[in-house]
C-alpha cells in the first residue's frame, strides 16, 4: 500500500543518513522500524558493519535476532550513537505520540540515552498539532493495581475520556513487557504537552506517558508521493 511504501522510504532514509560503523543503535518498535531494521541487516551484510543494536520490546529483540543483527543491551551499551523508532503522531513542535504498540517505556528509555533521537513514519503522523490524525490519544503506563486511581486523576485535572486498553486476542486488558497496563487518555483541547507530561508522570502509579516532548531530533516522514519530507 502506499502507507507501507512510505514507511519504507523513511526507514530507508534514516538508516541511510544516521548509521555508520562501530556504532550503538537503539530499535524501536511497531511496523515501520521493521522497513529500517531490514535495511540496516542489509548493510551490516554489504559493508561489513560492526553494528551493536538494543531493543525497545519483545518485538524489537525478535526482530534483531531474525534479522541475525548482534543483540546488546542498556547494561553493556548504556550511551547509544543513536535510536531510530516510529511514532504515532509529530506535531509542528516535534512532539511526539508513541504508544499505539504499547512500547513507550522502554521506547523512551532508550530514545534518552541516544546521542541522536531520529523517528520515522508515513505521512499520515505528519500533523501540526496533536490529535489533529490521531485519534486513540496518549498511551500512559501504569501498574496495574492503581489504573482506577490513576483514570480518576487523569479526568479531574485535564478531563476528556481515559479507558484501559483491552486486549484482542486474549480476555482482559494488554498487559505490557514490563507487565504494566496502558491508559488511552483521549484528551479534548491542545495542552501544553511539556507541562502535561510532568503532571501526568508525577501521579503515583504513572510507569511513563506517550508524550516524547524535546526528544526527537529530526523526523523523516514518507509522502504520498514516494518523496520523504524532513523535519528538524
Ligand atoms: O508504539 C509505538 O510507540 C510505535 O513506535 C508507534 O509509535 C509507531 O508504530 P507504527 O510504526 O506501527 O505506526
Given at each position: 500500500t ?10 530507508i532514509?534514516?538508516v541511510?543518513n ?10 524501536g518498535?511497531?511496523?515501520?522500524i521493521v522497513y529500517?531494521?531490514?535495511?540496516l541487516?542489509?548493510?551490516?551484510r554489504?559493508e561489513?558493519?560492526n ?6 520490546s ?15 543491551d542498556?547494561?553493556?551499551h548504556?550511551e ?5 523508532d516510529?511514532a504515532?503522531?509529530?506535531?509542528s513542535?516535534l512532539?511526539?505520540i508513541?504508544g ?13 540515552c541516544?546521542k541522536?533521537f531520529?523517528v520515522?513514519?508515513d505521512?499520515?503522523?505528519d ?18 493495581m492503581?489504573?482506577v486511581?490513576?483514570?480518576?486523576a ?27 497496563f496502558?491508559?488511552d487518555w483521549?484528551?479534548e483541547?491542545a ?13 503515583p502509579?504513572v510507569v511513563?506517558?506517550?508524550l516524547f516532548v ?6 523523516y516522514?514518507?509522502?504520498?508521493d514516494g518523496?520523504v519530507?524532513?523535519?528538524d
Amino acid at each position: 500500500t502506499m502507507a507501507e511504501e512510505a514507511k519504507k522510504r523513511a526507514g530507508i532514509a534514516a538508516v541511510d543518513n544516521h548509521v555508520q560503523n562501530n556504532q550503538v543503535v537503539g530499535v524501536g518498535s511497531g511496523s515501520t522500524i521493521v522497513y529500517a531494521v531490514d535495511r540496516l541487516a542489509e548493510r551490516v551484510r554489504q559493508e561489513k558493519l560492526n553494528i551493536v543494536c538494543v531493543p525497545t520490546s519483545f518485538q524489537a529483540r525478535q526482530l534483531i535476532l531474525q534479522r541475525g543483527l548482534t543483540l546488546s543491551d542498556l547494561d553493556r551499551h548504556p550511551e547509544l550513537d543513536v535510536a531510530i523508532d516510529g511514532a504515532d503522531e509529530v506535531d509542528s513542535a516535534l512532539t511526539l505520540i508513541k504508544g499505539g504498540g504499547g512500547c513507550l517505556t522502554q521506547e523512551k528509555i532508550v530514545a534518552g540515552c541516544a546521542k541522536h533521537f531520529i523517528v520515522i513514519a508515513d505521512f499520515r503522523k505528519d500533523s501540526s498539532t496533536l490529535g489533529q490524525q490521531w485519534k486513540k490519544g496518549v498511551p500512559i503506563e501504569v501498574i496495574p493495581m492503581a489504573y482506577v486511581p490513576v483514570t480518576r486523576a487523569i479526568l479531574r485535572r485535564f478531563g476528556g475520556e481515559v479507558a484501559l486498553r483491552m486486549a484482542v486476542s486474549k480476555a482482559g486488558p494488554v498487559v505490557t513487557d514490563n507487565s504494566n497496563f496502558i491508559l488511552d487518555w483521549k484528551f479534548e483541547k491542545a495542552h501544553n504537552w511539556k507541562e502535561v507530561n510532568t503532571a501526568i508522570k508525577m501521579i503515583p502509579g504513572v510507569v511513563e506517558t506517550g508524550l516524547f516532548v524535546d526528544m526527537a531530533e529530526r523526523v523523516y516522514f514518507g509522502m504520498e508521493d514516494g518523496t520523504v519530507r524532513v523535519r528538524d
